[in-house]
């Protein structure tokens, strides 16, 4: 099937810190892989994506590496903003459907 | 470029009434989506259009809800009659094609009392 697993929440950190979101993907065909960043109030945005095996996505510092040997899309930024306080949700787009994982809600303390 | 639109923003409902939720996609979008995102979880797809097609519409509460995209721009999303279980918000997307990213509106919130 389609599924996308993603690390828990709620996770809190403090600026600057280093972050990293852990998401995995069921590897039916040959998916593309999504990040989303939902802030309070608003819709989803679209925060990075990556269509093929070893393919990087990378916007406003987060970055995040479709690995195919581990179905893994592990979302990472080196130095966390207070405004990237938000829920960051990982999809899934293959077979024509598109699936989200629960979301991880992120709080970056000043 | 405009993004989706999505109306209303709010809608505050009793139990057994009826509600509709409108969107227009970005603009020469085929594929366009209704999710369904209950407070803490992540989007749930209720239907996928693309043109004034129905592609998935497996997770439908076919008994209570229905869309319509009739001429493969706006859609429409209705709720007759609603359950307190149907609070959430419900989000709109579209997307150029069936494998390309999509694009979100700011959603609607139901509060169903």
């Known amino acids: 099937g389609n599924s996308v697993t993603q690390m828990e929440g709620p996770v809190t950190l403090s600026e600057e810190a280093f972050l990293t979101i852990n998401c995995t993907y069921t590897?039916?065909?040959?998916?593309?892989l999504f990040w989303y960043v939902q802030y309070p109030g608003e819709g989803l945005q679209l925060l990075l994506k990556a269509t093929k095996a070893d393919d990087k996505g990378s916007n406003k510092g987060f970055e995040a590496t479709y690995r195919k040997e581990t179905t893994s899309f592990h979302l990472e930024k080196g130095s966390v903003q207070v405004s990237d306080s938000a829920v960051y949700f990982c999809a899934r787009q293959g077979a024509q459907k598109l699936v989200f994982g629960q979301g991880t809600r992120l709080t970056i303390n000043p | 470029e405009a993004g989706v639109a999505q109306s209303p923003r709010y809608k505050i409902i009793e139990k057994r009434q009826s509600v509709a939720f409108w969107c227009n996609p970005i603009?020469?979008?085929?594929?366009l989506y209704w999710y369904q995102q209950i407070l803490g979880q992540g989007p749930k797809l209720l239907i996928q259009?693309?043109?004034?097609?129905?592609?998935?519409d497996s997770q439908l509460p076919k008994d209570r809800f229905s869309a319509e995209r009739l001429k493969g721009v706006d859609s429409t999303l209705k709720i007759q009659p609603a359950k307190l279980e149907d609070s959430a918000v419900y989000l709109c997307?579209?997307?150029?094609?069936?494998?390309?990213?999509?694009?979100f509106g700011q959603g609607t919130r139901l509060t169903v009392v």
């Open positions: 997307a579209s997307s150029v094609d069936l494998n390309t990213e999509a694009f």
């Open positions: 259009f693309q043109n004034n097609g129905v592609v998935d």
């Open positions: 590897a039916t065909g040959y998916p593309s």
């Open positions: 603009s020469g979008h085929a594929t």
